[in-house]
């Protein structure tokens, strides 16, 4: 048995289609019902969160101010035809029988005429019915009716989905002046409602999230060992000072100032091009970091002197970044503006302090440094591990997406990046408004369709394995996440309701934990690229 549905009547909130007596539609978003688990894999401090799930009841009535549930029982049974229709939408035809629209006809009376002050007669008192239309007008008289009939008989209506019901999609899509019409001529009502529920998930196999195969590109730059002897040696540099070279070229070691040009080489015989990607001014070149630039770069300037300028050919690899230069041949020019050497201090434990507080020895450093590096190099480890999974996860699912769903990630993903954007820049209310215009979210919605559909997936496919493999999390890591993202949202001085903020940390705790249990089925290769 459905859980009764408590509905705060609102007139504000009756909408209908547009070229009616009403304006747009009908939208709803009352009280909340118990979700089904629809996690987020999001991690972010942001928290961006899956749709929430709510309840499909709430109406309008002109004349009334009380409170309805799907516990008042109706004189009549109303006939509810179900309709599947495209992006998990469902359509609801709703035909009300005459003696029920007489009741709420009874109703809507009875309302008027406790509250009216008509002329002649005591507040409360009983005024003859065709004296009450007359001074309320019967048009008044039939807008309360069927709008009466709307806020009595939509509960009912909609018990069948209000459980899985998103948030903000439920329209009637009636025109009111239709509803009337029929009213007026038939003494009985028909509307049509459209809701977008939570869609079903269909694996691709049943059961393909637990032979999961992924291979994880892992960078080479990714090993701990190298990043903290890396380290070590910047840390080393800082402590020494750049002294000028007069009587020498460029060694290893050196720190260079050079403008750097270069121009395409055609194989044809045509006239070059300069490369502007190549190009730099007054660009700083530490000769121990080398393996940052175009291979054999460095070699063809060893030797230069300040003042001094060079110019050598250098064809870019296959690998390189920027793709529309994979396999050019260039001509580089550099001229030396200014050459330095560091004086470095001797290496030893007197330097272990200035190296990293709290260190006595700089065998003490180096542990500390490999430490720091592994917990880096596993956390970027465990990044590309559920990439990866996540990546495959959604391709394993087939979802029709509802689209009040789709706007609503959409819309929070966008809302993320202005946060951030706003927090980097500093915008000021111009740009922020400009940003916030529908346009511009309508834009964004487009352009990353595809992303916001991949996320939708991942979020429904990971909620649905939490659901399947009966996973858990505990109260205190609940209660203890809450507590950091409230903190977390006043120290930013940002508004945020309480209990969005514990369903959201929910969702991601759901994410983590089938995340980790992915991780312990899943068959995993790692290589390194």
Same mark, same amino acid.
């Given at each position: 048995?459905?859980?009764?549905?408590?509905?705060?009547?609102?007139?504000?909130?009756?909408?209908?289609?547009?070229?009616?007596?009403?304006?747009?539609?009908?939208?709803?978003?009352?009280?909340?019902?118990?979700?089904?688990?629809?996690?987020?894999?999001?991690?972010?401090?942001?928290?961006?969160?899956?749709?929430?799930?709510?309840?499909?009841?709430?109406?309008?009535?002109?004349?009334?101010?009380?409170?309805?549930?799907?516990?008042?029982?109706?004189?009549?049974?109303?006939?509810?035809?179900?309709?599947?229709?495209?992006?998990?939408?469902?359509?609801?035809?709703?035909?009300?029988?005459?003696?029920?629209?007489?009741?709420?006809?009874?109703?809507?009376?009875?309302?008027?005429?406790?509250?009216?002050?008509?002329?002649?007669?005591?507040?409360?008192?009983?005024?003859?019915?065709?004296?009450?239309?007359?001074?309320?007008?019967?048009?008044?008289?039939?807008?309360?009716?069927?709008?009466?009939?709307?806020?009595?008989?939509?509960?009912?209506?909609?018990?069948?989905?209000?459980?899985?019901?998103?948030?903000?999609?439920?329209?009637?899509?009636?025109?009111?002046?239709?509803?009337?019409?029929?009213?007026?001529?038939?003494?009985?009502?028909?509307?049509?409602?459209?809701?977008?529920?939570?869609?079903?998930?269909?694996?691709?196999?049943?059961?393909?999230?637990?032979?999961?195969?992924?291979?994880?590109?892992?960078?080479?730059?990714?090993?701990?060992?190298?990043?903290?002897?890396?380290?070590?040696?910047?840390?080393?540099?800082?402590?020494?000072?750049?002294?000028?070279?007069?009587?020498?070229?460029?060694?290893?070691?050196?720190?260079?100032?050079?403008?750097?040009?270069?121009?395409?080489?055609?194989?044809?015989?045509?006239?070059?091009?300069?490369?502007?990607?190549?190009?730099?001014?007054?660009?700083?070149?530490?000769?121990?970091?080398?393996?940052?630039?175009?291979?054999?770069?460095?070699?063809?300037?060893?030797?230069?002197?300040?003042?001094?300028?060079?110019?050598?050919?250098?064809?870019?690899?296959?690998?390189?970044?920027?793709?529309?230069?994979?396999?050019?041949?260039?001509?580089?020019?550099?001229?030396?503006?200014?050459?330095?050497?560091?004086?470095?201090?001797? *290496?030893?434990? #007197?330097?272990? +302090?200035?190296?990293?507080?709290?260190?006595? =020895? /700089?065998? $003490?450093?180096? &542990?500390?440094?490999?430490?720091?590096?592994?917990?880096?190099?596993?956390?970027?480890?465990?990044?590309?591990?559920?990439?990866?999974?996540?990546?495959?996860?959604?391709?394993?699912?087939?979802?029709?997406?509802?689209?009040?769903?789709?706007?609503?990630?959409?819309?929070?993903?966008?809302?993320?990046?202005?946060?951030?954007?706003?927090?980097?820049?500093?915008?000021?209310?111009?740009?922020?408004?400009?940003?916030?215009?529908?346009?511009?979210?309508?834009?964004?919605?487009?352009?990353?369709?595809?992303?916001?559909?991949?996320?939708?997936?991942?979020?429904?496919?990971?909620?649905?394995?939490?659901?399947?493999?009966? *996973?858990?999390? #505990?109260?205190? +890591?609940?209660?203890?996440?809450?507590?950091? =993202? /409230?903190? $977390?949202?006043? &120290?930013?001085?940002?508004?945020?309701?309480?209990?969005?903020?514990?369903?959201?940390?929910?969702?991601?705790?759901?994410?983590?934990?089938?995340?980790?249990?992915?991780?312990?089925?899943?068959?995993?290769?790692?290589?390194?690229?």
């Amino acid at each position: 048995m459905a859980t009764p549905i408590s509905i705060q009547l609102n007139p504000s909130i009756l909408s209908f289609p547009s070229n009616s007596t009403k304006a747009q539609f009908f939208q709803l978003n009352d009280k909340f019902l118990p979700k089904p688990n629809l996690s987020s894999r999001q991690f972010s401090s942001s928290l961006v969160a899956s749709a929430r799930l709510v309840a499909a009841a709430a109406a309008a009535a002109a004349a009334s101010g009380v409170v309805e549930t799907v516990e008042d029982k109706l004189p009549a049974d109303l006939h509810v035809t179900e309709t599947q229709e495209p992006n998990s939408r469902i359509r609801l035809t709703v035909e009300v029988p005459t003696v029920v629209c007489e009741d709420c006809y009874k109703q809507v009376i009875k309302e008027f005429m406790r509250r009216s002050k008509v002329p002649g007669f005591r507040p409360g008192k009983n005024v003859p019915e065709d004296i009450l239309v007359g001074f309320v007008g019967k048009q008044n008289i039939q807008n309360a009716v069927v709008e009466a009939i709307l806020k009595r008989t939509l509960p009912h209506a909609m018990s069948s989905v209000t459980r899985n019901a998103y948030e903000d999609s439920i329209r009637i899509v009636t025109k009111f002046e239709d509803m009337e019409k029929t009213y007026l001529s038939l003494n009985c009502l028909r509307y049509d409602v459209v809701v977008d529920v939570a869609p079903e998930i269909k694996w691709k196999p049943d059961d393909a999230y637990k032979n999961i195969k992924v291979v994880v590109e892992l960078d080479s730059d990714m090993d701990a060992q190298r990043a903290s002897e890396k380290e070590l040696i910047r840390r080393h540099k800082s402590l020494g000072a750049l002294k000028i070279v007069t009587d020498r070229g460029l060694q290893v070691g050196d720190v260079a100032v050079i403008d750097i040009s270069a121009t395409t080489i055609e194989q044809d015989g045509s006239d070059a091009k300069t490369i502007p990607a190549a190009e730099s001014k007054g660009f700083n070149f530490d000769t121990e970091e080398g393996d940052n630039v175009l291979p054999g770069f460095r070699d063809s300037i060893i030797g230069i002197k300040r003042g001094e300028t060079k110019s050598f050919p250098l064809v870019f690899p296959d690998s390189w970044k920027q793709e529309d230069l994979r396999g050019v041949h260039a001509q580089f020019t550099v001229a030396c503006k200014e050459l330095f050497y560091r004086d470095l201090p001797e *290496l030893n434990d #007197s330097m272990a +302090e200035r190296l990293l507080p709290g260190c006595s =020895s /700089i065998e $003490e450093v180096k &542990q500390a440094l490999l430490q720091r590096c592994l917990e880096v190099e596993q956390a970027a480890k465990d990044q590309a591990t559920d990439n990866a999974i996540l990546d495959q996860l959604y391709k394993m699912v087939e979802v029709d997406i509802p689209q009040s769903l789709f706007q609503e990630q959409g819309r929070q993903l966008y809302g993320a990046q202005l946060l951030q954007l706003q927090a980097n820049m500093k915008l000021n209310e111009q740009q922020l408004a400009s940003l916030s215009s529908p346009r511009a979210v309508n834009e964004f919605l487009e352009t990353q369709k595809e992303n916001i559909i991949s996320i939708i997936k991942q979020n429904l496919a990971v909620g649905d394995i939490f659901t399947r493999e009966n *996973l858990q999390f #505990s109260t205190e +890591e609940l209660v203890k996440e809450v507590q950091n =993202s /409230i903190q $977390e949202f006043q &120290q930013h001085q940002q508004e945020y309701d309480e209990d969005r903020v514990k369903l959201q940390v929910q969702e991601v705790l759901e994410g983590a934990k089938v995340l980790e249990w992915l991780r312990e089925n899943a068959e995993i290769q790692y290589i390194t690229r």
